[in-house]
């Protein structure tokens, strides 16, 4: 006898995850425009929505009941966990790069 236990219906951890990782992805985004045209506020933004991100992915992964398909969206949480950690590693890479540009920019 198989028992199947998988839930298909929007659960409140598959929403939290699924809004975290949109969250992520929107600072990863942030991160490649801040990267590209080295923009102070697109770095800061990028950090700031990688590190929203990451934190509510990690709080879903600890808080979550089941694996896969039990719908306590652990899946996403780890997609948002990844999604915002890479979101502040590039707003933190062109953070650094528009500081040290302006420092080679400045007189004498």
Same mark, same amino acid.
């Given at each position: 006898?198989?028992?199947?236990? %998988?839930?298909?219906?929007? %659960?409140?951890?598959?929403?939290?995850?699924?809004?975290?990782?949109?969250?992520?992805?929107?600072?990863?985004?942030?991160?490649?425009? =801040?990267?590209?045209?080295?923009?102070?506020? =697109?770095?800061?933004?990028?950090?700031?929505?990688?590190?929203?991100?990451?934190?509510?992915?990690? *709080?879903?992964?600890?808080?979550?009941?089941?694996?896969?398909?039990?719908?306590?969206?652990?899946?996403?949480? *780890?997609?948002?966990?990844?999604?915002?950690? %890479?979101?502040?590693?590039?707003?933190?890479?062109?953070?650094?790069?528009?500081?040290?540009?302006?420092?080679?920019?400045?007189?004498?």
């Amino acid at each position: 006898m198989v028992l199947e236990s %998988t839930v298909y219906s929007l %659960t409140t951890g598959r929403l939290v995850a699924s809004t975290a990782a949109v969250i992520a992805l929107a600072g990863v985004v942030l991160g490649g425009v =801040a990267l590209a045209r080295a923009g102070r506020r =697109a770095s800061a933004a990028a950090l700031a929505t990688g590190g929203a991100g990451a934190l509510a992915g990690a *709080f879903v992964v600890a808080t979550a009941d089941g694996g896969p398909g039990s719908g306590s969206g652990i899946v996403g949480g *780890f997609v948002a966990l990844v999604l915002g950690l %890479t979101a502040a590693l590039l707003g933190g890479l062109a953070r650094r790069r528009t500081r040290t540009c302006a420092v080679d920019e400045q007189p004498g």
